[in-house]
């Protein structure tokens, strides 16, 4: 089944990131009634803080990977990963969450994107 209309007028001129990110995938092909496996990623300035949201995550029931410093990218990344419908209320109720969390262990929540499910 297709993106509903309803959705699709949800997303449209809507400021909310997580919102963009749909409307985005949309525009892609994506069929927002299929599951798919969102990626949240984080950015920690040191290992130790890249752990401890690591961990946390990870008691929050997502896969967790970490990917240390690079000539590129001088911080350690945290991604995690949990197959979902992409619903726009359950991602911008994770974003508070993740943003909230991230706060709490010294890191930043950069956002999250997901490969097309059509």
Known sequence: MPTSPELLDRLVN??????????QMVELGADLSL?????????????????SI??????LDFDVR???????????????????IPDL???MALSAQFEALAE???V???GWG?????
């Not at 496996?37 to 984080?42: K, R």
């Not at 911080?75 to 949990?82: C, G, K, L």
Request: charged letters at 25%.
């Open 54 to 59: 690591a961990h946390a995550l990870a008691e």
């Open 89 to 91: 209320d359950a991602l």
């Open 35 to 51: 599951p798919h496996v969102p990626e949240f990623a984080f950015d920690a300035a040191e290992e130790a803080a890249a752990m």
């Open 104 to 106: 709490t262990h010294g």
């Open 14 to 23: 809507n400021d909310d990131p997580d919102a963009k990110v749909l409307a």
């Open 66 to 84: 970490i990917f240390g410093p690079e000539d590129d990218a001088p911080t350690w990344q945290v991604v995690a990963a949990r197959r979902m």
């Open 108 to 110: 930043v929540y950069d």
């Open 114 to 118: 997901a490969e097309i499910v059509d």
